[in-house]
């Protein structure tokens, strides 16, 4: 069920969390900008695109919003993509190049309603400029997220987001070794590559992101966090390298989480 609250003044948060057995809470949040030009960020799941829209009814009438800023293509961001450009014939989605062309290959994003960024660019909206950032965790290379000149509030995608026992409004609600140990998990399983990275030049990414500091860290799996938590997102983010590996369940642990039917099609299996 989508839920929505307000994170800052003219920033609404929708809403979700999804059950991960054995592991916990995913929040999976997208976010109004109300604004001269109102914008979206991502669009729900996919799963829950009825329920996302009534919640977007319920924090603007979707015929307003200007913009979607589609931060990558994963199910948890592009749930009511297609459903507001048929709905709205003003919108226009900003993503990357490899945005548009993964969505060509499931359902193709018109080439007049996109608008094409970069990492480092900015586009007007408004009363506000926008700049599309690169967090430095992601599980999509498409991934572009931004930062609002007008807030001074982060949109990080993916990145900073944490398996959570239950899923407050705020993430200083949540207690400090929660929130680490989430993040640091989320940032393995979201982010396996970053077991690999060298840790000068990861350290040196995160640097990049402390200083934009931002006044506050919307991400998309994370609740809003207050600029005085960057320093703890940036420091769990940078103990994932050398956290444990992430190794999902297998048949056999799904066969005692379900009971023993699930595996009686395994004999069939060469
Ligand atoms: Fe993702
Ligand atoms: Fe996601």
Redesign the pocket.
């Known amino acids: 069920m989508i839920t929505t609250y307000r994170a800052a003044p003219g920033i609404d948060v929708l809403t979700t969390a999804f059950p991960v057995p054995g592991f916990g809470l995913i929040p999976?949040n997208a976010f109004v900008v109300h604004g001269s030009e109102p914008i979206l960020v991502?669009t729900g799941p996919v799963v829950e695109s009825n329920d996302f829209m009534a919640a977007l009814r319920s924090v603007i009438d979707p015929a307003d919003i200007r913009w979607i800023w589609l931060?990558?293509t994963?199910f948890?961001?592009i749930g009511s993509l297609h459903r507001l450009l048929e709905e709205n014939e003003q919108l226009r989605v900003i993503t990357s190049f490899l945005g548009v062309g993964i969505m060509s290959l499931a359902a193709p994003l018109p080439m007049d309603r996109v608008y094409l960024i970069n990492p480092g660019q900015s586009v007007d909206v408004g009363d506000r400029t926008l700049t599309a950032v690169k967090p430095p965790a992601f599980?999509n290379p498409i991934t572009v997220g931004l930062r609002d000149d007008r807030s001074g509030i982060l949109f990080s995608?993916?990145c900073f987001?944490a398996l959570l026992d239950e899923v407050p409004e705020s993430a200083e609600d949540v207690s400090e070794e929660a929130l680490h140990q989430g993040q640091v998990f989320w940032g393995t399983v979201?982010s396996s590559w970053l077991h690999k990275v060298d840790r000068a030049v990861f350290a040196a990414d995160l640097e990049r992101i402390r200083a934009l500091n931002p006044t506050m860290v919307l991400s998309?799996?994370l609740p809003p966090a207050r600029g005085s938590s960057t320093e703890r997102l940036l420091d769990a983010l940078a103990a994932v390298p050398d956290a444990p590996a992430f190794v999902g369940p297998d048949q056999a642990a799904l066969e005692q989480l379900v009971g023993a039917d699930a595996g009686t099609g395994a004999a069939a299996v060469p």
Do not use: E, K, N
């Open positions: 999976v991502d931060t990558h994963d948890d961001h599980d995608s993916d987001g979201d998309s799996h």
